[in-house]
């Protein structure tokens, strides 16, 4: 299935959305979202602050809190990754793919 995002448009990092919308519509304080999700201020901060990835058991934990689907926080992150990946060509240029048997 082809994408209608611009792939030139480097995705929205999932802390954007939890910083750009999701905090702002539970009127929820950095500090509570760590508490109820049972991790470190320091750590959402960093997530909030896109200086973090998120991990699958943030992604769990988000999805527990906030009644979504993990896959759904999983989905956004894989595509910031793949997409950071994808502007530097040159890490990838010495891997030959393997031909397949004849």
Not at 19 to 28: G, I, K, N, Q, T
Not at 39 to 44: C, E
Not at 58 to 82: I, Y
Request: charged share 25%.
């Amino acid at each position: 299935m082809k994408s209608l995002r611009n792939s030139n448009r480097q995705p929205t990092h999932p802390g954007a959305v939890l910083r750009e919308d999701v905090l702002p519509a539970l009127a929820m304080s950095q500090i509570e979202f760590a508490n109820r999700l049972g991790v470190s201020r320091l750590s959402v901060s960093e997530l909030l602050l896109e200086k973090r990835g998120l991990s699958v058991e943030m992604a769990a934990r988000l999805g527990k809190l906030l009644n979504t689907t993990p896959e759904s926080w999983l989905r956004m992150q894989e595509a910031v990754d793949l997409w950071e990946v994808r502007q530097k060509p040159e890490k990838l240029a010495a891997i030959k793919p393997i031909k397949a048997a004849a």
